[in-house]
T-cell receptor
């Protein structure tokens, strides 16, 4: 399973765009990249998943360069409710493949 | 999205007693479920992988006799903390994945406090 490296914490203000980058230098050919959000005392919540280039959904965008050794989660116009820990996971998400969490990025959004 | 229900959401027990936590996939069949524990301000730590109808696979350092995992059906896995002690107090989270689905779904977690 590819190891991931993220910034420990980030600060932002409401209305700003936040980009959180994750490094995964030893990502394998079949690996997907998945981001989860976790609020205190809750289980993680799926945000977005991608394999290459760009993926966008109603809450975020995921940018993956051609070499796939990193990925960037982009949160447009954050609000106070986006204050949470964001985890980047890499692995082949089929059947019994394990989900190993790294340290995550603690995002604090200020008014 | 799919729903994973975890019960109870919190529990307080006396030292030496056992506690069972349930994890159910409500609208899909989960051949594999995962159990995590999380201490304050820390990341999730994988404890074990539970496959329906077979013995769980425990991560290194996790005592299988202390943390009993049963995955008797495609929608239910249980974690029993046996002879709980204060150091077992933690936030326990389960996760379930549908066959051939690339997305894993998480329960809301169980806060265990051993007094």
């Amino acid at each position: 399973l590819a190891k991931t490296t993220q910034p420990i914490s980030m600060d932002s203000y409401e209305g700003q765009e936040v980009n959180i980058t994750c490094s995964h230098n030893n990502i394998a050919t079949n690996d997907y990249i998945t981001w989860y959000q976790q609020f205190p005392s809750q289980g993680p919540r799926f945000i977005i998943q991608g394999y290459k280039t760009k993926v966008t959904n109603e809450v975020a965008s995921l940018f993956i360069p051609a070499d796939r050794k990193s990925s960037t989660l982009s949160l447009p116009r954050v609000s106070l409710s986006d204050t949470a820990v964001y985890y980047c996971l890499v692995g082949v998400n089929y059947n019994t493949d394990k989900l190993i969490f790294g340290t995550g990025t603690r995002l604090q959004v200020f008014p | 999205g799919a729903v994973v229900s975890q019960h109870p959401s919190w529990v307080i027990c006396k030292s030496g007693t056992s506690v069972k936590i349930e994890c159910r996939s409500l609208d899909f069949q989960a051949t594999t479920m995962f159990w995590y524990r999380q201490f304050p301000k820390q990341s999730l730590m994988l404890m074990a992988t539970s496959n329906e109808g077979s013995k769980a696979t425990y991560e290194q350092g996790v005592e299988k006799d202390k943390f009993l995992i049963n995955h008797a059906s495609l929608t239910l896995s249980t974690l029993t903390v046996t002879s709980a002690h204060p150091e077992d107090s933690s936030f326990y989270i389960c996760s379930a994945r549908e066959v051939m689905n690339t997305e894993a779904f998480f329960g809301q977690g169980t806060r265990l406090t051993v007094v």
